[in-house]
């Protein structure tokens, strides 16, 4: 089964704190992505990483920034975190070999909230 | 761009069908999922169709595809509580490595 972990489930942060998700996936995929997911807005791509070092703006990057030194690995940085930012952050990996290329598979989320 | 639809709210007694909708703008889709979200947990896959599909049955769930109309609707069999859950419907073009989801419809399993 693919699995995709990320550090932590609840993090609680202070306002001009920088704050580091990780995300690590298992099925050596090519693509991972972060979302954060608000009520009644649905997910909203931040970032996203065809491959190792690569990345590529989603449709709100303000405020954030991704690292992807290794192929399994993806961080989301806040460099100095808002209460805007306060919110629940969704990794996702996908490549070749799981069900079409293109399915997304997700990690059990991150609940940040930003005091 | 592309733009994916669904209803936020869907309520069903224990025992009947739930019919869930999404309708989406992308001609050129080549695959559409259904993922399942339980409260405080990720999105889970629950299954997807090619568009060259009209249908496809997996146990409990069938998903039809009407691509003339945009339309794509995915019906969960004798719903129970442990289908109550937020639904998101997703496409994706053929050489796009993203997914355009929608905003998900809550669906709750009455008693």
């Known amino acids: 089964d693919v699995k995709v972990t990320q550090s932590s489930r609840y993090l609680v942060k202070r306002t001009g704190e920088k704050v580091f998700l990780e995300c690590v996936q298992d099925m050596d995929h090519e693509n991972m992505f972060w979302y954060r997911q608000d009520p009644g807005l649905g997910l909203r791509l931040i970032y996203f990483?065809?491959?190792?070092?690569?990345?590529e703006k989603g449709d709100i990057p303000e405020g954030y920034s991704v690292s992807r030194e290794k192929k399994e690995r993806f961080s989301l940085i806040l460099e100095s975190a808002s209460t805007n930012q306060t919110s629940m952050y969704l990794c996702a990996s996908s490549g070749p070999g799981t069900g079409t290329r293109e399915t997304q598979y997700f990690g059990p989320g991150t609940r940040l909230l930003v005091l | 761009g592309e733009d994916v639809e669904q209803s936020l709210f869907l309520s069903v007694r224990e025992g009947d069908s739930s019919v869930i909708n999404c309708t989406y703008t992308?001609?050129?889709?080549?695959?559409l999922y259904w993922y399942k979200q339980e409260p405080g947990a990720g999105l889970q896959l629950l299954t997807y169709i090619f568009s060259n599909m009209d249908m496809k049955q997996d146990q409990r769930l069938t998903v039809l595809l009407n691509k003339k109309d945009k339309h794509l609707s995915l019906r969960i069999a004798d719903t129970q509580t442990g289908d109550s859950a937020i639904y998101f419907c997703?496409?994706?073009?053929?050489?796009?490595?993203?997914?355009?989801f929608g905003s998900g419809t809550q669906l709750t399993v009455l008693p």
């Open positions: 997703a496409e994706t073009e053929g050489s796009a490595r993203q997914l355009t």
């Open positions: 992308d001609s050129s889709s080549t695959y």
């Open positions: 990483s065809y491959d190792v070092k690569m990345k």
